[in-house]
């Protein structure tokens, strides 16, 4: 088996996303376990000399690729492809970067996506509803999915990802978290060599005190629990979350992951903890899908400020979870090229 083919979409060409790819990928770490295809602009990708050595093709073109590749998804303007001066055309390209990965994905020519940052701002502003890849994904395969920040001490997972927390009650259902507790549990076997022990946060203060602070912990949450350790997965809780994270050493001795109940009471402590070497991985995908725990960094563009650590991160679990795939006898066929669609931005 060769090594693993790692798709990159190269994110906003107005932040980091670019530079960050192309120092990451000069790591003799990261060269010596994947084969890197980005799913990019071609004159943006033309400004590192590490991107000129690799061979180049159009999204239409691509198939099984022996060594490093460019797939030229777009070639902007220079006007929309300053660093640190995002454009609408710019936001339209960050769009098609990721599909014209998912495409690869659904044809079998990439094992795993690493995805550089995007602006969820500037994909809207070009007339594309976007919350975020995570939502993507999950629609362009038709699968329920999970973000789990996969960190060097605390492993987070999120019941509920981009949206309002007034909506949140409502989102909440017992069959919606004992499904997700279940998927979170069958991702990790492999990973952890054992059936994992996670721990639930409550939703409400105190986990809701009994029911005086709110009702979720009482009427959604713990049955939910209740209903996934029926169905023999370790879960523990509802636990106060200002509690478990008072002590995060102790978090990930005693747990191999955490279900946060949304976005923030997740991300907060996982970025505290370790903000460089967290990534964000997407669960329940037919192929893995990792990205770096940080934005497009517009005013650190173009700079050489910016540190490519967390994209080494990204790309070596993208490699991990692809090899794992791979190896495994069930899911390490790759599937047989089939024909892309085309992407929008071309």
């Keep these: 088996m060769g090594l693993p083919l790692v798709g990159i979409s190269l994110g906003d060409v107005s932040g980091i996303g670019p530079e960050v790819t192309a120092a990451a990928l000069t790591k003799p770490s990261v060269r010596k376990v994947l084969v890197p295809v980005i799913f990019g602009d071609g004159p943006t990708l033309a400004r590192f000399p590490a991107f000129r050595r690799y061979a180049r093709v159009e999204p239409s073109a691509l198939g099984r690729v022996e060594g490093p590749t460019v797939v030229e998804v777009t070639r902007l303007a220079e006007k929309d492809r300053v660093p640190g001066k995002p454009s609408r055309e710019g936001g339209r390209a960050q769009y098609a970067f990721v599909t014209a990965a998912i495409d690869a994905m659904r044809a079998g020519h990439v094992d795993a996506l690493c995805t550089a940052p995007v602006s969820k701002e500037q994909i809207s502003r070009a007339g594309i509803p976007f919350m975020g890849h995570t939502e993507v994904l999950a629609e362009a395969f038709g699968v329920d999915v999970m973000m789990l920040m996969d960190g060097p001490r605390v492993r987070v997972a999120l019941a509920t990802n981009h949206v309002p927390l007034a909506d949140l009650p409502r989102l909440l259902t017992v069959d919606g978290l004992?499904?997700?507790?279940?998927?979170?549990?069958?991702?990790?076997?492999?990973?952890?060599?054992?059936?994992?022990?996670?721990?639930?946060?409550?939703?409400?203060?105190?986990?809701?005190?009994?029911?005086?602070?709110?009702?979720?912990?009482?009427?959604?949450?713990?049955?939910?629990?209740?209903k996934a350790r029926a169905a023999r997965v370790d879960a523990h809780g509802p636990i106060p979350a200002d509690g478990l994270f008072a002590k995060p050493d102790a978090v990930g001795?005693?747990?191999?992951?955490?279900?946060?109940?949304?976005?923030?009471?997740?991300?907060?402590p996982a970025k505290a903890l370790d903000f460089e070497r967290t990534v964000n991985v997407t669960l329940g995908l037919p192929v893995p899908r990792t990205s770096p725990d940080h934005g497009t960094a517009y005013a650190i563009a173009g700079k050489g400020e910016a540190s490519c650590v967390p994209m080494v991160e990204a790309l070596l679990k993208a490699a991990q979870l692809a090899g794992a795939r791979l190896a495994h006898p069930a899911t390490g066929r790759r599937a047989r090229p089939g024909p892309l669609r085309p992407s929008p931005g071309r």
């Excluded at 549990?185 to 994992?196: A, D, F, N, T």
Aim: hydrophobic residues 45%; neutral net charge; without cysteine.
């Design 178 to 226: 004992t499904a997700q507790l279940k998927l979170l549990s069958r991702s990790l076997e492999p990973v952890v060599g054992h059936k994992p022990r996670i721990a639930v946060l409550g939703l409400n203060p105190h986990a809701g005190e009994g029911g005086l602070l709110g009702r979720e912990e009482v009427e959604v949450i713990g049955p939910a629990i209740r």
């Design 253 to 268: 001795a005693r747990y191999d992951a955490v279900l946060a109940m949304y976005h923030d009471q997740g991300l907060i």
